[in-house]
């Protein structure tokens, strides 16, 4: 299963927009990105995933460049809400996740 | 969260004695999974079902047991709890098809002493 590396923590203010980028080097043909957000005491919630490209939902955007080596997760106007931890996964066709540390959100006032 | 529904949410036990966590379903899923998460760090896969009456390992699965009688519910069992094994323990559950997401419940907070 293939590495990712994020990183560890990032702070940011509500209302700025928050790019966490993960890298994927060995990422193999069938593998696709996939982001969860966990809060504290509560499971992890699937926000997004992608295979090239650009792909938007009402939650977030993920960019993924040409090479699939990394991708970025970018939060739009964030709140004091959206403070948690955020995965980067790759994921194979079987659907088998990896998590690593996760990075952790700080939204400030 | 909604469909996926762990029992119990706490649990207090002392080395050596045998307990069995729940997890329940109502999306017909077909996949199933357990992980633990310790404190500070990702989810690690213990075991997984496919299907009911099938089940496999994961990353960690020494010290659990696993069972699938009924496609709703997915049973972790630990025949004699070590201190090691205190953690917090997820299960997820992931519908047919490719790239289908996981869904997961709130967690089951387990304590050795």
């Known amino acids: 299963l293939a590495k990712t590396t994020q990183p560890i923590s990032m702070d940011s203010y509500e209302g700025q927009e928050v790019n966490i980028t993960c890298s994927h080097n060995n990422i193999a043909t069938n593998d696709y990105i996939t982001w969860y957000q966990q809060f504290p005491s509560q499971g992890p919630r699937f926000i997004i995933q992608?295979?090239?490209t650009k792909v938007t939902n009402e939650v977030a955007s993920l960019f993924i460049p040409a090479d699939r080596k990394s991708s970025t997760l970018s939060l739009p106007r964030v709140s004091l809400s959206d403070t948690a931890v955020y995965y980067c996964l790759v994921a194979t066709l079987g659907n088998m996740l990896t998590f690593g540390g996760g990075t952790r959100l700080m939204v400030k006032p | 969260n909604a469909g996926v529904t762990q029992t119990p949410k706490f649990r207090v036990l002392k080395t050596g004695q045998s307990m069995t966590l729940l997890c329940a379903q109502d999306?017909?899923?077909?996949?199933m999974y357990w992980y633990r998460q310790d404190p500070g760090m990702g989810l690690r896969l213990i075991h997984y079902s496919v299907g009911e009456g099938t089940t496999a390992k994961g990353e960690v699965p020494d010290g659990y047991n696993v069972s699938r009688l009924k496609k709703q519910n997915f049973l972790l069992g630990l025949e004699s709890a070590a201190p090691s094994q205190t953690s917090v323990y997820f299960c997820a559950t992931r519908d047919r098809g490719l790239r289908q997401p996981q869904h997961f419940g709130d967690g089951t907070r387990l304590s050795i002493l």
């Open positions: 992608g295979y090239k």
């Open positions: 999306m017909n899923h077909e996949y």
